[in-house]
């Protein structure tokens, strides 16, 4: 059983700085094609930004420029780092995985695999 576990969310000022991690377990995820989506109150949940197996990323719009996602495939991991944060980003943010295919759609429903999600507040 694939296991997601999100971390690093937080609150933080405008303009700030945060580092979220997502370990996958339960299987390798080399193969597979990891993302980040969030969701903010009263909105449909977006993909952020992707990462297939393969190297290639994607990112909204709305976050291209500012926020980077990478992934440690030694670890497990997906991180995504998040600079020059607005009021606007503020939501809960998943880790998610798709562990069929090893490229990226940004679709939900895409995507098998999902983590309880943290919450970032940022404040102006």
């Known amino acids: 059983q694939v296991q997601l576990v999100e971390s690093g969310g937080g609150s933080v000022q405008a303009g700030g700085s945060l580092r979220l991690s997502c370990v996958v377990s339960?299987?390798?995820?080399?193969?597979?094609?990891l993302a980040w989506f969030r969701r903010a109150p009263a909105q449909e949940r977006e993909a952020i930004a992707t990462?297939?197996?393969?190297?290639?990323?994607t990112y909204a719009d709305s976050v291209k420029g500012r926020f980077t996602i990478s992934r440690d495939n030694a670890k497990n991991t997906l991180y995504l780092e998040m600079n020059s944060l607005k009021s606007e980003d503020t939501a809960m943010y998943y880790c998610?995985?798709?562990?069929?295919?090893?490229?990226?759609?940004?679709?939900?429903?895409?995507?098998?695999?999902w983590g309880q999600g943290t919450q970032v507040t940022v404040s102006s």
């Open positions: 339960g299987y390798t995820s080399r193969g597979f094609c």
């Open positions: 998610a995985a798709n562990s069929v295919s090893p490229t990226c759609l940004s679709y939900y429903g895409y995507y098998n695999y």
């Open positions: 990462r297939g197996s393969d190297g290639r990323t």
